[in-house]
């Protein structure tokens, strides 16, 4: 049993990802601070496409196609350090508790 830091009981701590699942949408949506990090999907989109458009450029024997290539594999590079962090953050929300008495979230 894990005991609160601010309320110093234990008796109505729980896991933050179970009451996170215990909530309404309309809970959800007031609570945003309590909700896991999100990967932005659509972060992804763009270079995909350059490296797409890319490809077929190369194909194509145009020049251009080197650019949109490099180009592409550099952005998702820039954006691969972004994935580790979210990555670390969604493995401290996973050991997150929550206290239901004094609102208060800690980590054990």
């Not at 691969?80 to 969604?90: D, N, P, W």
Request: glycine letters at 10%; hydrophobic letters at 45%.
């Amino acid at each position: 049993m894990h005991v609160c830091p601010v309320c110093r009981r234990g008796d109505r701590t729980t896991r933050l990802r179970t009451y996170w699942r215990t909530l309404s949408p309309e809970a959800r949506a007031g609570a945003p601070h309590l909700a896991r990090p999100a990967l932005d999907d659509e972060r992804w989109a763009a270079p995909f496409g350059l490296l797409t458009v890319g490809c077929a450029l190369l194909v194509s024997e145009v020049w251009l196609g080197f650019v949109g290539l490099a180009g592409g594999g550099l952005w998702l590079m820039s954006l691969r350090g972004s994935v580790a962090q979210v990555a670390r953050q969604r493995a401290d929300w996973r050991r997150k508790l929550f206290c239901l008495r004094c609102r208060h979230v800690f980590l054990p």
